[in-house]
């Protein structure tokens, strides 16, 4: 599936554009200069027709940093998808580092690199929060890993210990984001289709890049959530499943061509895990039986508030 052709154009086109700029960016972060935070969103928005990326927005992004922005993981593309709408950082598995050409252009998004394995939470949390510290936004993958795109995994809470962090006595916002593949060329992607662009499992990457290219046009819908802080929560758990469940409420309406049900703040439904405030009915982001849909019901976002990126 695919034109090879147009695989071929659009590949040389994006190194043709990003391979300059790579020492450009390499000097704005060794001089510390405010280019290191601008430059990504610019060569990431312009990387988005490139590859064939149409954006459709909704919500609105909390554009007062520090913000921690967590959403959910269906590929490498979710860097560039996030990368063209928010100025900041992504936290990432320290094997991406070492990644042929990827781990370059993690390294000169001054991605913070966390190891999986091991005693290192306590140093990780530290790093992370060095960053908030310091005014810088950043992006967590809270699932841990990527999958199919037709689900989201349960968020892991203890990634979410740097909502523990506090600026200027108040606690970091913390704003949910959803991340769906929704049409190519203009129509409704299935769930047979949607994998195409996930990458996860023992996927090639450079296989999987080649085929995306050569795909279209994809339109990308990506929803922002109302920010939250950890002091809305009795813990970091409850936290992380309301975070999750609005998330997956927002993945499950995008992938359905539904409108997202309207869900109060979190606890308006009282005390417990995080998930009260989610409307009667529904449960792991379906109204219960009646499998794979979203009811009509009043929009989060009005008509009209879905912006366009080309």
């Known amino acids: 599936m695919?034109?090879?052709?147009?695989?071929?154009?659009?590949?040389?086109?994006y190194l043709a554009f990003t391979l300059p700029l790579m020492p450009v960016q390499a000097l704005a972060v060794a001089l510390r200069l405010d280019l290191a935070r601008t430059l990504p969103v610019f060569y990431h928005r312009k990387c988005l027709p490139i590859m064939g990326f149409r954006l459709e927005v909704l919500g609105e992004r909390l554009e007062r940093a520090p913000v921690l922005y967590v959403c959910n993981h269906a590929s490498y593309l979710d860097i560039t998808v996030l990368g063209s709408l928010i100025p900041g950082s992504f936290v990432a598995k320290s094997e991406v580092k070492t990644w042929p050409?990827?781990?370059?252009?993690?390294?000169?998004?001054?991605?913070?690199?966390?190891?999986?394995?091991?005693?290192?939470?306590?140093?990780?949390?530290?790093?992370?929060?060095?960053?908030?510290?310091?005014?810088?936004n950043l992006i967590l993958f809270p699932e841990g890993?990527?999958?199919?795109?037709?689900?989201?995994?349960?968020?892991?809470?203890?990634?979410?210990?740097?909502?523990?962090?506090?600026?200027d006595g108040e606690r970091v916002q913390v704003q949910p984001?959803?991340?769906?593949?929704?049409?190519?060329?203009?129509?409704?992607?299935?769930?047979?289709?949607?994998?195409?662009?996930?990458?996860?499992?023992?996927?090639?990457?450079?296989?999987?890049?080649?085929?995306?290219?050569?795909?279209?046009?994809?339109?990308?819908?990506?929803?922002?959530?109302?920010?939250?802080?950890?002091?809305?929560?009795?813990?970091?758990?409850?936290?992380?499943?309301?975070?999750?469940?609005?998330?997956?409420?927002g993945v499950t309406a995008a992938n359905a061509g539904r409108e997202m049900p309207v869900v109060p703040g979190p606890g308006a439904g009282g005390p417990g895990t995080g998930l009260e405030s989610v409307p009667a009915g529904v449960r792991g982001g379906v109204p219960e039986g009646i499998p794979g849909a979203l009811p009509s019901v009043v929009p989060g976002v009005a008509p009209g508030a879905v912006g366009a990126v080309a």
């Not at 695919?2 to 086109?13: D, E, H, I, K, Y």
């Not at 390294?107 to 510290?133: E, K, M, P, W, Y």
């Not at 129509?187 to 450079?206: T, V």
């Not at 050569?214 to 950890?230: I, Q, S």
Request: a positive charge; glycine letters at 10%.
């Open 2 to 13: 695919g034109n090879s052709l147009l695989s071929f154009a659009r590949l040389l086109v």
């Open 101 to 136: 050409f990827f781990g370059w252009l993690a390294q000169l998004q001054r991605t913070v690199f966390v190891v999986r394995r091991g005693n290192h939470a306590g140093r990780q949390r530290d790093n992370i929060a060095s960053r908030l510290n310091k005014g810088g």
């Open 145 to 167: 890993t990527s999958n199919d795109g037709n689900r989201v995994l349960p968020f892991k809470s203890a990634l979410f210990a740097a909502a523990e962090t506090r600026i």
């Open 177 to 249: 984001v959803s991340i769906s593949y929704t049409r190519l060329n203009g129509i409704p992607i299935g769930r047979s289709l949607r994998p195409f662009f996930a990458w996860y499992g023992d996927m090639a990457l450079a296989g999987h890049l080649w085929r995306v290219l050569g795909l279209g046009v994809v339109t990308v819908t990506v929803r922002f959530h109302p920010p939250v802080t950890l002091d809305d929560f009795p813990d970091r758990k409850a936290m992380a499943a309301y975070c999750g469940q609005q998330v997956l409420l």
